[in-house]
């Protein structure tokens, strides 16, 4: 591994003056599950390392009268023990849950899942369900981007230069709704997904009266399944509704073939989880359904 500089601001004000003086050059890291691999392997070579691991303001977690407030340092350990989270928002301890071991999930943060923008991470499935809005400072200020628009490609995102995620916030869960995530992986646990689906439905009676999909590994970036939300939008639930949320769903993703599984096997995997993550997030809006994390 390269040298490389390293500071540590205690507040958000001051990691943004830090990183907007080295923009051009620094990294910000919170876990480093993926920054220092990626630095080992040469892959990135910042010259200046900011840790934001002392800045509390970063570890918010509380719902408030707009929603679930969730700081950019909230570890994927906090989530799938929260009590709050597992009562009101499963769906992010069933993604939560699957990343690495328990060892990983004692660093990883829910902002560095997200700002390594791999196609193939756990969290922005459910993020994607959950109509999250990344909260956004920079040098320019504040912004609010939503989840759905915060990947441009494989590790990219709209954080300019300078730019720190601090927090991400999620509607108030409402008891006719509910969300669930799943993903296909050859072994259990400490694999990446071959395709994993993020699914939130609210419900009138029997009719889907609104559903949001989110795809992992079957795009260059975390997908919103845009079609397939449609196609359950308005809808009873039942078998016509999943056959053709699956199909849309399929239609959407650009697979690729790797080491993982090919492009055929990945359609395949979206049309058995999307309608497995539609039926269980319908039986949690019912209130049932698996338990949070329970995804296998
Ligand atoms: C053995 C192993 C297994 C894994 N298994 C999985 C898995 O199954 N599923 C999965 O999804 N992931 C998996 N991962 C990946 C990893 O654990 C996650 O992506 C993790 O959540 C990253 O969070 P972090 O806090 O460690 O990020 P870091 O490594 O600290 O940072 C990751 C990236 O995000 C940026 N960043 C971090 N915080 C911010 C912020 N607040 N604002 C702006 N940019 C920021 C960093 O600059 C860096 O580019 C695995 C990793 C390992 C080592």
């Given at each position: 591994m390269r040298r490389f500089g390293y500071l540590a601001p205690k507040s958000v004000s001051e990691a943004v003056s830090v990183l907007a003086e080295h923009a051009a050059v620094a990294k910000v890291i919170a876990g480093g599950t993926d920054l220092v691999v990626q630095m080992k392997d040469g892959v990135r070579r910042p010259e200046v390392v900011i840790d934001?691991?002392?800045?509390?303001?970063?570890r918010l977690l509380e719902e408030r009268d707009d929603g679930l407030h969730l700081g950019a340092l909230v570890r994927m350990g906090e989530i799938e023990t929260h009590p709050l989270i597992i009562e009101k928002y499963p769906i992010l301890v069933d993604s939560a849950k699957l990343v690495g071991s328990k060892q990983v999930r004692n660093l990883a943060t829910i902002a560095g899942n997200t700002c390594n923008?791999?196609?193939?991470?756990?969290t922005p499935p459910a993020l994607i369900a959950l109509d999250a809005q990344v909260h956004v400072l920079g040098p320019r200020g504040p912004r609010v981007v939503p989840i759905d628009r915060f990947f441009v490609g494989p590790g990219r995102?709209?954080?300019?230069?300078?730019?720190?995620?601090t927090k991400f916030v999620l509607r108030k869960a409402a008891p006719n709704e509910g969300a669930y995530y799943e993903r296909h992986t050859?072994?259990?646990?400490?694999d990446i997904a071959v395709v994993g689906v993020g699914a939130w439905v609210r419900l009138n009676g029997e009719t889907i009266e609104d559903a949001r999909i989110g795809l992992a590994a079957?795009?260059?970036?975390?997908?919103?399944?845009t079609e397939a939300e449609a196609a359950l939008r308005g809808k009873p639930f039942g078998q016509a509704a999943l056959d053709a949320a699956a199909l849309a769903a399929v239609a959407q993703a650009r697979p690729i073939s790797d080491v993982r599984g090919s492009a055929d096997f990945r359609r395949w995997l979206i049309d058995v989880l999307v309608r497995r993550a539609v039926t269980n997030a319908v039986a949690r809006a019912r209130g049932g359904g698996p338990r949070a994390g329970e995804t296998h």
């Open positions: 934001i691991t002392g800045i509390d303001e970063l923008a791999s196609p193939g991470a756990d995102t709209v954080l300019e230069p300078g730019e720190l995620v050859p072994r259990k646990e400490l079957v795009y260059p970036t975390p997908l919103r399944a």
